[in-house]
Each structure stands twice: as structure tokens, then as C-alpha cells.
């Protein structure tokens, strides 16, 4: 039995202030475990939500171990594959992390991870600023659908998606509230 459209698209949250601060800390500590306690290890965001993620994940480890970890933001406009088929779009600044990427572990941190080519045009956009002696993967969410050989290293919640279906993240710091929602499909 099919639902009325008005039930199909209201949204279902995922992640509410609490949960997703949760889902954070948990970031936080999984990258403390992982790199022997955030050593030589630089944040970079990729906007929109990424640089506010990365800065709360650097805030949270500073928190935890009392270790500063460099935070920056990685624009990707110029890297991104659909260039042609989207409207323009305004080109944001790039903010390198204090002390470079070079020789460090640098973490890429995204809100959401599908595809896999924002993260593709992350990986070109790092090249040209620097040569991190690795590179990881953060996201808060794992939506799958993967078309590109990708996968994040830290993921706060893996939320299986039909491909009609979309996940909304907000934050406080750009939308003015911290949850996340699922949009369309049938809930």
C-alpha cells in the first residue's frame, strides 16, 4: 500500500543536537585511537559543513587530550567533475592549516559521503597545496551509493539510503540548528 505524497515527503531526522554531538565526540575519539593521539595530524574541512565539523572535532580532541590539532578548509570548486552541469558557483577561500599539510596526516573532514567525488576533487584540491605524508577520511554521515573507489576511515553514522532519498545535514554555525534529515522515498 502506497503512503500519500504529504507522508512521503515529510522528513524523518537522523541525528538530533544531542545525537549528532555525540556522534562528534565519537569522531574525536576514534581519530585519538587511530593516529596515537592526533601526532603531526592536521583537520581540513571541505565546505559547506565540513569546516565547522572539522573545527568542532579539533575543539573536542583539545577537550579530550589537550592536544591543539591545526584546523583548515579546502574550497574543491575548481576540482569538482560536474562543473558544466551545475550552476556557478562562488569560489571560497582555501585556509591552510597553520604549519602546512607537508609530511603531516592530514584528516579530510565532509558532512556527508555518497558518491565519493567530492572527496575525489578534495584529493585533487590537497595536491595543489601541499604533500601530506597521508590522507584520511572524516564524515558524519555514509550514505552509500558509491560511485568512485572511496571509502572514509571515520564515519559517525551509516545511514542506508534509496537514491531518491537525500541527507540534509545542518549546523548551528550555517543553518542555525544542529540535526540531521532524510528527504523523499518513502519513510
Known amino acids: 500500500m502506497a503512503l500519500p505524497e504529504a507522508a512521503q515527503s515529510q522528513p524523518k531526522t537522523i541525528l538530533t543536537s544531542t545525537d549528532l554531538q555525540r556522534v562528534v565526540d565519537r569522531i574525536a575519539h576514534q581519530i585519538l585511537e587511530k593516529t596515537q593521539g592526533a601526532a603531526d595530524t592536521a583537520l581540513m574541512g571541505i565546505p559547506t559543513r565540513g569546516g565547522p565539523l572539522a573545527r568542532r572535532l579539533a575543539d573536542r580532541i583539545r577537550t579530550f587530550e589537550g592536544v591543539d590539532v591545526p584546523v583548515g578548509v579546502l574550497d574543491i570548486t575548481l576540482y569538482r567533475d560536474d562543473l558544466r552541469r551545475q550552476a556557478t558557483r562562488a569560489i571560497g577561500p582555501t585556509e591552510v592549516p597553520p604549519g602546512g599539510v607537508d609530511g603531516r596526516r592530514v584528516i579530510l573532514v565532509d558532512d556527508v559521503l555518497f558518491s565519493g567525488r567530492t572527496v575525489r ?21 555514509d550514505r552509500g551509493h558509491r560511485e568512485l573507489p572511496i571509502r572514509a576511515d571515520y564515519v559517525g553514522k551509516n545511514i542506508p539510503t534509496a537514491l531518491a532519498e537525500s541527507v540534509r545535514v545542518a549546523l548551528v554555525e550555517t543553518d542555525g540548528v544542529d540535526e540531521v534529515k532524510l528527504f523523499g522515498g518513502t519513510q
Open 121 to 141: 576533487a578534495a584529493l585533487d584540491a590537497l595536491s595543489d597545496i601541499g604533500r601530506p605524508r597521508s590522507v584520511q577520511l572524516a564524515v558524519l554521515v
